[in-house]
């Protein structure tokens, strides 16, 4: 009896934490237009616009459905972001992080941008055909810099538990050590590609493939998406903070420290986020093949030289 | 050919934004003047006494805009009882018929806010309309220029 | 292993084309191997119109073809007229001043268009938002000096309607002021970028020697390498006593020249530096302009019939040469007016021969660094 | 008139030298123009001449060294004569071909693109013919449309 | 949570962000940029210029429109979700404008499309198009822009209509 009780509260623990998740991601969908709109030298929208937008798709009124692999595919990617989103510890939480739980990351990476292709890919337009090529091509070349650099830090702190990887940065962030500040640069650059801010949002670009994937999704489909939008700037930029900026874990001890770690926790991912809005507002888009090019031309070799560097820093 | 230059673009964070936020705040120049201007060619105003119902400017205009009207109550010393009608569906805002007006009592104003669900709301008579900037203008004391006056108003500073 | 190839439309309504036309492209993977341009609806059936209006009527109508750069139309429709009326130089010096004034900040408001919506085509929407912004600037300058923001109907045959107010030179030294501190921004943020140079170097290249035989005029010919300017081979306003220099391929100023020229690289410097040209010219004739009467003495409108014969005047406007053909038998109406938009060849022919090869990346980029603007073409 | 002297007769008119020739000479002389530095093809206009029943066609050539403008002028009947097509010199000369086919009905022999070009679906004569009233038509095609009214105004 | 006040919060909430398609019919499209980009910036009304009708509630149609691009602007209309909305800028909409006479332009959009709201103006300015589209708000708020619904009725009656417009009168004329 007790362990079922402690089991559905854990359910509803782990169901809070993922939709605080969400609406933090939403809150910073609206805060991040506001800040594009202030460096394009316009007022912007209200910071709740994100939850209007998504209210306004929900309640549209007719639904236009391409057959049920479309209306499937997204629950197929919002399922994925929020897994990814539970393993990943917030603020020193550690809700399902385990012992090797970090390729298993790197493989809920890929499911969302599984779900997202399939769902455009049923949808029958020949431009969201396009996008969901480029998508893929998108994810095959930002993944190899990033899984060079995760694996720098596993070598580092010989553990392949994320949790273990937080825990161990309490008092050193990885960032500040040198070869991890390489690193953390190649992941950036990642991190730009997987939330798909210029110049890698090659698959959504309006200009060439009119938003690519998103061409067929209305009314209810484009409000999940946003919801799983939402999913990927927390998510990513959790991971990303994770893995270099020792998940915001700055206390120790009881519920005033998880509290303090959870606003530097917050803090963190809205610098992290900020940044990659900023470099947005500053460049266009690369084309597929150069940006194939840029990851794994010059990315991979710096996530490589900064592998080589911890390889031989652990063995002395 | 730098990646860090656009950089640069970030220093607008700082800055208050150019934008006008139109409903509550006046559209200024960079001058602060005011616009729309007493120039600005937007909806006509007729004195009814001043014109005579010649049909000059139903004939110049190309868009057939100007129809007219009888109003029987008028009582006028010379010219006829008809007054024009401007369909706002068909005029171009041009000021052709201002310019061929002989006695000068069609003007165009800077009034330009006319939105309606109803298609024959477009459609109307244009009295000497004091023309008070709609609400949206603060300012109530609209000048009301007609290109002629405005010439002369600029010949003054030749 | 030959791809199936499959039809892609960057129709009417797309993001990324210029206006209201379509592209039909057969697709072979990511290259386009072949694109038909199908145009047609804008067309109004100006010249039709036209045939059925008096000579002062189509002066409103004139100015609605080419609506990013409307002074043009005004401009060439009333040298023509002119030329047919024997007033060519009767028109007063004044007049000539304040047109070349209204054409040189129609050009800014055109390039400043032009710029950002290619930037936006590219991707950084920064840009566009800068530049769509700053534009609004002249528009109210227009607005003081017409009475309309876009639809000026101020240029008529003989000179222009009403005189350049006091106080307005203040306001256009002003915008010139800050027009110039903008654009050091948009070096910095966008011209000397590198993403910008590895998108847009070699795309979408016309050559040099063909450029003149594919009718390319304008900033486009000047970026394959031609010098050749309308203002500078057929001064018209005041353009003789104002002294400008073309821009053209392998002179760009501060920029660094990086490809063989006919590039879109290429063609948004020529555009980018030419603002500046203009806002010299701007300056030049506010300085030099007499005081005087502003326009001549028009006969009755009802009653003015222009002697028979047929003109051609071209004017240089921000897509290219803009030429009006009146064709006149002494009557109330023109008998034809045919309207040379420059986007004539560069939106059909010269689109669909360098589309041949582009990736679906650079359609909407090669589409807009030819700057194409769809009223030309169908009127 | 530099081009005067290249071609030998026409009359300068506003600025412009105006030469009128027969249909059959206009490839040839668009040619010799071309090698003399005329090189940049303006336009290709027709003019409807209603009461002489012919249609002018005016061929504009500028040259960029001489800085001057030849109108090459050729007069066809009005109904059923055809022009040989000179897309072969300008590659532009085809699209010209095709607004005047489509808006005049003159037939081009060689022009094999002369589909349909701003007008989708038009049944009846080329409109910009001067024998079409667009008036009448406005009235009988758009006026004869009945507008929607709804039966219930207050839902 | 009754029918009411839910179709009341769906009505505020497509008030404040009202998505524009961004298809430039005629020549009043020049005054959109200026109202998009920094200077008036609609995007803190909630208005964004979106690319695919699918996902866009205001359909705009900027001035005149030639008899091909209503063929296309109906196909556009009709993928646009419900509620969705039809503003009409300037005079050609209303009763044909300056090309009342030209033989390719409509001369009354209410004829093949139910409009919402019109906007008077040859080539309305910006702050003339914020202020229809405050307009538009508050209609959409109060319950009245029900252009769809009218669509959705006199279905046949507005294709009859584009059909006769299509063919350009009688074929046999």
């Known amino acids: 009896m007790v362990t079922v009780v402690s089991g559905l509260i854990n359910v509803l623990i782990i169901a809070i934490y993922a939709t605080v998740a969400m609406m933090i991601g939403i809150l910073f969908m609206g805060i991040g237009r506001k800040i594009v709109a202030r460096v394009h030298n316009r007022v912007g929208p209200p910071i709740y616009q994100g939850f209007i937008d998504i209210a306004k798709l929900i309640l549209k009124k007719t639904n236009i459905t391409h057959g049920w692999i479309y209306d499937l595919a997204l629950l197929f990617s919002i399922t994925g972001i929020v897994l990814t989103i539970l393993f990943l510890p917030i603020g020193g939480v550690k809700l399902l992080s385990t012992e090797g739980d970090a390729f298993l990351v790197l493989y809920l990476l890929a499911i969302p941008a599984l779900g997202f292709a399939l769902g455009a890919g049923a949808s029958g337009n020949p431009n969201s055909a396009i996008g969901v090529m480029r998508a893929l091509v998108m994810m095959l070349s930002y993944e190899l810099p990033f899984v060079i650099s995760m694996v720098a830090l596993m070598i580092y702190y010989d553990t392949t538990s994320i949790a273990e990887i937080v825990a161990s940065q309490y008092g050193k962030w990885a960032i500040l050590i040198p070869p991890f500040a390489i690193s953390a640069a190649v992941a950036d650059m990642a991190l730009q590609g997987m939330l798909m801010e210029a110049p890698f949002d090659i698959p959504i670009a309006p200009h060439e493939i009119a938003s690519g994937p998103m061409a067929e999704f209305g009314g209810k489909h484009l409000g999940s998406l946003m919801i799983y939008k939402a999913g990927t700037i927390v998510a990513y930029t959790t991971l990303f903070v994770d893995l270099f900026l020792g998940g915001g874990v700055v206390m120790k001890g009881g519920i005033v420290a998880d509290v303090v770690n959870f606003i530097v926790w917050f803090i963190l991912i809205f610098l992290v986020f900020t940044l990659s809005l900023l470099i947005n507002t500053s460049f266009p888009r690369f084309r597929i093949e150069q940006a194939f090019k840029f990851y794994w031309k010059y990315e991979a070799v710096l996530a490589i030289i900064a592998l080589v560097w911890v390889y031989w820093m652990v063995i002395s | 050919m730098s990646v860090i230059k656009p950089l640069k673009a970030w220093k607008h964070l700082l800055k208050r934004p150019h934008t006008i936020r139109y409903p509550y705040q006046e559209h200024v120049d960079m001058e602060g003047k005011r616009l729309p201007t007493e120039v600005l060619r937007g909806f006509h105003s007729n004195d009814l006494e001043k014109c005579i119902g010649c049909k000059m400017c139903g004939m110049i205009c190309m868009n057939d805009a100007i129809s007219y009207e009888e109003i029987p109550e008028l009582e006028v010393e010379k010219g006829k009882k008809i007054r024009p009608i401007i369909d706002y569906g068909r005029c171009c805002y041009c000021g052709l018929c201002t310019e061929v007006c002989p006695t000068g009592s069609l003007k165009l104003t800077p009034n330009f806010k006319l939105i309606d669900v109803d298609r024959e709301k477009f459609r109307f008579m244009p009295t000497q309309l004091n023309v008070k900037r709609d609400d949206y203008m603060v300012d109530e004391n609209a000048i009301l220029f007609s290109p002629e006056e405005y010439k002369e108003k600029v010949k003054g500073n030749k | 292993m030959k791809m199936k190839e499959y039809e892609l439309f960057i129709g009417p309504q797309h993001p990324g084309i210029t206006g209201n036309m379509m592209y039909h492209l057969w697709v072979d993977g990511d290259t386009v191997v072949k694109a038909e341009c199908n145009v047609g609806y804008l067309h109004r059936g100006f010249e039709k119109l036209m045939e059925s209006r008096t000579w002062m009527q189509n002066i409103p109508l004139v100015c609605r073809i080419c609506v990013p750069d409307p002074d043009v139309n005004e401009m060439a429709y009333s040298m023509a007229v002119e030329r047919l009326m024997g007033w060519r130089e009767e028109v007063p010096e004044r007049a000539r001043y304040i047109r070349t004034v209204v054409l040189e900040l129609s050009r800014i408001a055109a390039y400043l268009m032009g710029i950002g919506s290619y930037a936006g085509a590219l991707g950084i929407y920064t840009l566009p938002q800068w530049a769509l912004g700053d534009r609004d600037y002249i528009m109210d300058i227009f607005e003081q000096l017409t009475g309309a923001r876009i639809y000026h109907i101020y240029i008529w045959p003989g000179g222009v309607r009403w005189d350049m107010p006091a106080d307005l030179p203040k306001l256009i030294e002003k915008t010139m002021k800050y027009l110039e501190k903008r654009l050091k921004l948009y070096d910095d943020v966008f011209f000397k970028n590198r993403i910008f140079f590895d998108r847009a170097v070699d795309i979408g290249v016309i050559p040099k020697e063909k450029a003149i035989e594919w009718g390319v005029t304008g900033p486009n010919l000047r970026a394959s390498g031609h010098e050749y300017d309308v203002r500078r081979l057929e001064p018209y306003a005041a353009y003789e006593n104002i002294d400008f220099d073309v821009i053209h391929y392998p002179e760009l100023g501060k920029f660094d020249v990086l490809s063989s020229g006919g590039d879109a690289y290429t063609r948004m410097l020529v555009r980018r530096l030419e603002i500046e040209q203009s806002i010299s010219i701007i300056r030049q004739a506010l300085k030099k302009m007499p005081s005087g009467e502003h326009l001549l003495k028009h006969p009755n409108w009802f009653k003015w019939e222009v002697p028979p014969g047929i003109a051609y005047e071209r004017v240089e406007s921000s897509k290219g040469e803009y030429g009006y053909m009146v064709v006149s038998d002494g009557g109330k109406k023109p008998v034809r007016v045919h309207v040379r938009g420059p986007s004539y060849t560069h939106g059909i022919n010269v689109a669909e021969t360098i589309l041949k090869g582009a990736n679906i990346a650079d359609v909407s980029q090669i589409l807009f660094s030819l700057d194409i603007c769809p009223p030309d073409i169908e009127r | 008139m530099k081009a005067k002297e290249i071609i030998g007769r026409g009359e300068e008119v506003h600025g412009r030298l105006y030469v009128k020739v027969e249909k059959q000479e206009v490839r040839e002389l668009i040619k010799t123009l071309k090698e003399n530095k005329f090189q940049h093809f303006v336009m290709l206009s027709c003019i409807d001449w209603i009461d002489d029943g012919e249609f002018e066609l005016v061929y504009h050539l500028w040259s960029y060294e001489y800085r001057e403008h030849v109108m090459i002028s050729t007069r066809i009947k009005r109904e059923g004569e055809e022009m040989e097509s000179l897309h072969d010199l300008f590659p532009q000369i085809e699209t010209y071909e095709r607004e005047i086919k489509e808006m005049y009905g003159v037939n081009f022999i060689g022009n094999e693109r002369l589909t349909p070009f701003f007008l989708e679906g038009w049944p009846h004569m080329p409109p910009m013919r001067k024998d079409f009233d667009s008036k009448k038509f406005i009235k009988d095609v758009f006026e004869s449309i009945p507008p929607v009214e709804d039966e219930d105004e207050g839902i | ?173």
Not at chain 5, 10 to 32: D, N, P, Q, V, Y
Not at chain 5, 110 to 116: A, C, H, N, R, W
Not at chain 5, 139 to 150: F, P, Y
Request: a positive charge; hydrophobic letters at 40%.
């Open chain 5, 1 to 173: 949570m009754k029918y009411e006040e839910w179709s009341k919060i769906s009505r505020i909430a497509s008030k404040k962000s009202l998505w524009i398609l961004h298809f430039c019919t005629g020549c009043g499209a020049i005054e959109m940029p200026p109202v998009m980009t920094s200077r008036f910036d609609m995007e803190r009304f909630g208005m964004a210029p979106m690319a695919t009708p699918r996902q866009a509630d205001v359909l705009l149609i900027t001035g005149y429109l030639t008899v091909k691009t209503l063929k296309r602007v109906i196909q556009v209309y009709e993928q646009m979700q419900d509620p969705k909305y039809v503003v009409a800028f300037g005079s050609c909409p209303i009763n044909g404008g300056m090309y009342w006479d030209s033989y390719n332009t409509i001369n009354q959009l209410d004829k093949y499309l139910p409009v919402d709201l019109y906007l008077a103006g040859c080539m309305p300015r910006p702050e003339g198009i914020i202020n229809a589209m405050m307009e538009l708000m508050e209609m959409i708020e109060k319950g009245e822009a029900r252009g769809w619904e009218k669509y959705r009725k006199n279905y046949e009656k507005y294709k009859k209509n584009q059909e006769m417009a299509f063919k350009f009168g009688k074929v046999e004329e």
